[in-house]
Nanobody, 123 residues
């Protein structure tokens, strides 16, 4: 399973780091993705990282502001979010799985899901 944490209230322009801890499987054996879902909106893919430090893809929403990293010793992935905007307010989810290239942005392609952590960007 995956355990997401690190959400909270942050002011516009601030930063936040989310964590995604895996248990029961080796996270580095899978692609890791971060999605988010704002109220009344579809779930949106932000970043996809191939297994074991391979290629990373960024959505337009994440490019230049968000980065993903992994700590294999802790079996954990992280989402570093900088220059946060009010539009970034959402529940953030981490996911792990083995999507094929064409489905990497499709949340249905991921086997494991964290429970979601709420990020609120507000002054």
């Amino acid at each position: 399973q995956l355990q997401a944490s690190g959400g909270g209230l942050v002011e516009p322009g601030g930063s936040l780091r989310l964590s995604c801890a895996a248990s029961g499987f080796t996270l580095n054996s899978y692609a890791v993705a971060w999605f988010r879902q704002a109220p009344g909106k579809e779930r949106e893919g932000l970043i996809v990282s191939r297994s074991s430090g391979g290629q990373t893809w960024y959505s337009d929403s994440a490019k230049g502001r968000f980065t993903i990293s992994r700590d294999s010793a802790k079996n954990t992935a992280y989402l570093q979010m900088n220059s946060l905007k009010t539009d970034d307010t959402a529940v953030y989810y981490c996911a792990a799985g083995s999507p094929i290239l064409s489905t990497r942005w499709d949340y249905r392609a991921y086997r494991y899901w964290g429970q979601g952590t709420l990020v609120t960007v507000s002054s």
